[in-house]
C-alpha cells in the first residue's frame, strides 16, 4: 500500500517538476516499470546523448532501493556492458546508501551526476577505469565514440542552438516531432528505438 501511493505521488513529482535532462514515465501500465531517459551532460563525453534506463520498483520499495539498469550502452567506469550501475545509492546499508528518504528523482539525478564524474575507485569495468586515470584522452574519445554510434538520435536537421538552456529542451522536442512529422509526408521517417 505504501509502494503504490509512494509511486504515484514520485511519478506526478517526475511529470511535473523534472529534474533538468532527466524524464521518467511508466512503462505501459505497471507501476513498478518504469522507464527513464537522461541527456548526457554539457562538457562530458557523453554530450548530445540520449540515454534510456529501466527501472524496476521492489516489493519493498521505499525501504529497498529501485533496480535500475542502462538500456542505452555507454562507455564508463561505474557501468557494465549490460547496463548495471555501481553507484552507493542503489545498494542497502552496510555496503550502500540507500535510504526510504531517497526517491526515484534522487537517484536518477545522481546517475546522470556519475555519468559526469566517474568513480574510478569504485569500478565496475577494471579496464575502463585504468584507462579512466591513466590515458584520460582515449577514455573520452572511446566515450564519445560510444554516445555518437548508440545514444545519439539519428535527426537531421539543426539542434546545435537548442542546447543553450535546459528549459529549451521542451521546445526542441516540438521542434524535433514536427520535423519528423514533415518527413513523414514524403516517406516515412527512420527512427532509432532503444
Known amino acids: 500500500m505504501q509502494k ?31 522507464r527513464a531517459q537522461i541527456v548526457g551532460g554539457t562538457g ?15 516489493d519493498r520499495y521505499p525501504f529497498e532501493p529501485p533496480k535500475i539498469r542502462f538500456l542505452t550502452p555507454i562507455y564508463h567506469p561505474n557501468i557494465d556492458n549490460s547496463g548495471r550501475i555501481c553507484h552507493d545509492a ?13 526517491n526515484i528523482s534522487t537517484v536518477l539525478t545522481s546517475i546522470q551526476l556519475l555519468m559526469a564524474e566517474p568513480n574510478p575507485d569504485d569500478p565496475l ?10 590515458n584520460k584522452q582515449l577514455f573520452m574519445e572511446k ?5 555518437k554510434e548508440h545514444a545519439v538520435q539519428k ?5 546545435e542552438d537548442d542546447k543553450e538552456n535546459a528549459s529549451d529542451q521542451k521546445a526542441a522536442s516540438r521542434k524535433r516531432e514536427a520535423l519528423g512529422a514533415q518527413k513523414e509526408v514524403g516517406e516515412p521517417a527512420k527512427r532509432t528505438c532503444v
Not at 503504490?4 to 505497471?30: D, N, V, Y
Not at 535527426?155 to 539542434?159: L, Y
Open 143 to 147: 566515450a564519445r565514440k560510444w554516445t
Open 125 to 134: 569495468m577494471a579496464d575502463i577505469s585504468s584507462e579512466f586515470k591513466y
Open 44 to 58: 562530458t563525453p557523453y554530450e548530445g546523448g540520449l540515454f534510456s534506463l529501466e527501472v524496476k520498483i521492489p
Open 4 to 34: 503504490a501511493s509512494r509511486l504515484k505521488r514520485e511519478l506526478q513529482m517526475l511529470s511535473t517538476e523534472p529534474p533538468p535532462g532527466i524524464t521518467c514515465w511508466q512503462s505501459e501500465e505497471q507501476m513498478d516499470d518504469l
Open 90 to 102: 542503489l545498494k542497502l546499508p552496510p555496503k550502500g546508501a540507500w535510504k526510504p528518504s531517497l
Open 155 to 159: 535527426i537531421t536537421g539543426d539542434v
